[in-house]
C-alpha cells in the first residue's frame, strides 16, 4: 500500500509549524512516541510540556497556555481525549473559546488489536454537540498536514482525528482545503458519496467501480463535521437526492447524522449511513474491523445499486 499514518502527518507538521513560530506549543499526555510528537519535543523542548497521564491536566495547561498567546496542542489517543477530558474541554476551553486545539491518534477502529478500549467511536460525535467547536479529520497524510496548518491558523477550539495505521493517499502534497468547506473529488448526478477521514480512499474506490458499471457518482470528502458544509449537502439532496455517508465513526451523532440533519430539515432525500453500526469493536485487524460494519467498497457499491434501482 502506498500511504501513511495520519499520526505521521501531525509529527511532520508540527516539526515544521515548531520551526516557523514559538507560540507553537504540545502538551503530551505520556503518548509522544504513540502520536509522533518526539521530534518536536527534541528540537524545541521549551515548547513542549508531558503532563504524563494525566489528560484533564493537559486541559487546563493548555487553556492557561492560550490565554497568553500560545496556539497550544493537545496531544493523546482520540479515546481520552473526547471522553476523558470531556469536562475540561467544555469548561475550560469551549466555553471561554480559548485557542487550544486537540489532536488525537487511534481515532475510529485504527487501533485494532488494542481493541475496543482504545477504538475511539463516538469521539467526532461528542465533540460536534459543543458550542465553539470545530471537529476535522483529513482522508491521507497529505490532507491532514494541509488541515493541521490550517487548523493551527485558526482561532478556536479544534478538534483533529488522525489514524493510528498507514491510510492510503488520495491526494498529493499541493492539496489545498478549507476548514468548513467539503472537497468534491468527483461530481455526479446519479448518486452522492460523502464520506471523511480514513474511509474516503475505499469510497473512492466504491465510486470507480461504480463508474465501470454505468453509475455517474458524486463523490465529497468531508473532512470538517462541524461546522458541516450545509451547502454541499443541499445540493446533493437537491440535484441528487440519493446519499451515501462513509465513517470510521458510529453512524449515530458522527458524519451520517450530521448529513441527515440537514436533508431533514429540507424534507427531502434518502440518505444511507454506513459506518460503526453502534457496537463497540473488539480485537482483530483494522480491515477485519471495517468489514465487520460494513465499511468496504463491496458494501458501499451494494447499497448504492440498491438505491438507484
Known amino acids: 500500500m502506498n500511504g501513511k499514518a495520519l499520526r505521521e502527518a501531525f509529527g511532520d507538521e508540527m516539526l515544521e509549524l515548531g520551526k516557523e513560530n514559538p507560540d507553537i506549543y504540545i502538551v503530551d499526555a505520556d503518548v509522544g512516541k504513540s502520536c509522533k510528537t518526539l521530534a518536536f ?40 481525549g473526547s471522553m476523558r477530558m470531556s469536562e475540561q474541554i467544555r469548561q475550560e476551553i469551549c466555553y471561554p473559546k480559548l485557542n487550544v486545539k486537540i489532536a488525537c491518534s487511534h481515532g475510529g477502529l485504527t487501533p485494532a488489536n488494542d481493541g475496543a478500549s482504545h477504538q475511539s467511536i463516538e469521539d467526532m460525535g461528542i465533540l460536534r454537540t ?39 493517499f488520495v491526494y498529493d502534497d499541493s492539496i489545498e482545503l478549507e476548514i468548513g468547506k467539503a472537497h ?18 475505499i469510497a473512492k474506490e466504491a465510486a470507480e467501480i461504480l463508474e465501470t458499471r454505468g453509475m455517474s457518482v458524486r463523490l465529497l470528502d468531508m473532512h470538517t463535521i462541524k461546522p458541516l458544509d450545509k451547502e454541499a449537502v443541499e ?59 460494513g465499511i468496504t467498497s463491496e458494501n458501499i457499491i451494494r447499497t448504492a445499486e440498491e438505491l438507484c434501482r
Open 41 to 80: 519535543a527534541s528540537a524545541f523542548p521549551n515548547q513542549h510540556v508531558n503532563v504524563g497521564i494525566a489528560e484533564q491536566n493537559a486541559c487546563g495547561i493548555a487553556a492557561g497556555l492560550a490565554t497568553t498567546g500560545k496556539i497550544p496542542f493537545i496531544s493523546t489517543y482520540a479515546v481520552f
Open 130 to 168: 459543543l458550542p465553539n467547536m470545530t471537529v476535522i479529520m483529513g482522508a491521507d497524510y497529505y490532507a491532514t498536514r494541509n488541515l493541521i496548518r490550517k487548523a493551527a491558523e485558526y482561532e478556536g477550539p479544534v478538534y483533529l482525528r488522525f489514524t493510528r495505521d498507514a491510510i492510503p
Open 184 to 201: 468534491q473529488i468527483q461530481d455526479g448526478k446519479d448518486i452522492a458519496i460523502i464520506a471523511n477521514g480514513d474511509t474516503v480512499c
Open 235 to 293: 445540493k446533493c439532496v437537491e440535484e441528487i437526492g440519493k446519499i451515501i455517508t462513509v465513517e470510521d465513526h458510529n453512524i449515530i451523532n458522527g458524519l451520517g447524522s450530521a448529513v441527515c440533519e440537514v436533508a431533514a430539515e429540507l424534507g427531502q432525500g434518502i440518505v444511507k449511513r454506513i459506518g460503526v453500526q453502534d457496537q463497540f469493536g473488539q480485537s482483530a485487524p483494522y480491515h477485519e474491523l471495517l468489514k465487520i460494519n
